[in-house]
């Protein structure tokens, strides 16, 4: 499903949503500025989410700009392999639902 040609919509949802886009592109450059947690961190933490969530849009987007940010494929894959424990841990935590 993943098609980054969509990508050319973010244009078409500025117009029909003018002030939700706004305030989402706001909260994104605020989210992701240098603060008390270097841009390069937060990258790899936008990795690590959009890995469990598994959106492809923001795979693609964070993985380039970790990147520029000065990520390495080594840092890459470590985010990978906290998002996979991560995700696996709260199977695990779940499965005490389901048990007596």
């Known amino acids: 499903m993943f098609d980054a040609a969509n990508m050319k919509k973010i244009k078409t949802l ?3 949503a003018p002030e939700g886009m706004a305030a989402w592109a706001t909260l994104n450059e605020v ?3 240098d603060g008390a947690i270097p841009r390069k961190y937060k990258e790899l933490m936008a ?4 890995f ?3 959106c492809a849009y923001c795979i693609d987007a964070h993985a380039q700009a970790a990147k520029t940010a000065g990520c390495t494929d080594a840092e890459i894959a470590e985010a990978a392999v906290v998002a996979a424990a991560l995700r696996a841990g709260g199977a695990i935590t779940h499965a005490t639902h389901a048990i007596g």
């Open 14 to 16: 500025k117009e029909l």
């Open 52 to 54: 469990t969530t598994q």
């Open 31 to 33: 989210a992701m500025k």
């Open 47 to 50: 990795l690590a989410v959009a």
